[in-house]
């Protein structure tokens, strides 16, 4: 199928907040609470920052949010439609945003996830992302990675 990738816009916001809400699902019962994509106001952030969408064929499957900071981009959520996890989606999204750092002059890439998600702790290592810090955060233990770009 043809996949493509496209920034949103504001008339998408409750199209990423159905995704993110249905791909963050999964970790309530492990953390006890939603997890803190599930509770952003996702339209706002498409006002203030950026968020791009991966569509397959007409059918939206994966997003992910970031922030360009002065000497990097954050990555502040990358959601996978249920039914798509486990197909490397996630991956592009993420090697999508390396890409747009290195466009925009970056050599880093920085992102956080809660210390129980070991799915994601994984994958982000198996990327080359680093732990930067760990920090107490609502509850439970926020791991910050990084990664350098060549």
Known sequence: ?????????????????????????KWVPLIGREPLPMTTDHAAHIRDHRTDLLFVGNELVALV?????????????????????KRGYGRKMVAYVEQLALEAGLGVVKLYTNSKFEENLRLYNSLGYKIERKEAFNGGISVHMLKQLV
């Open 1 to 25: 199928m043809n996949e493509m990738i496209r920034t949103a816009t504001a008339d998408d916001a409750e199209s990423v907040t159905a995704l993110t809400r249905q791909s963050y699902s």
């Open 65 to 85: 949010e970031t922030i360009q900071c002065y000497d990097h981009i954050l990555i502040e959520n990358v959601a996978v439609a249920t039914n798509f996890q």
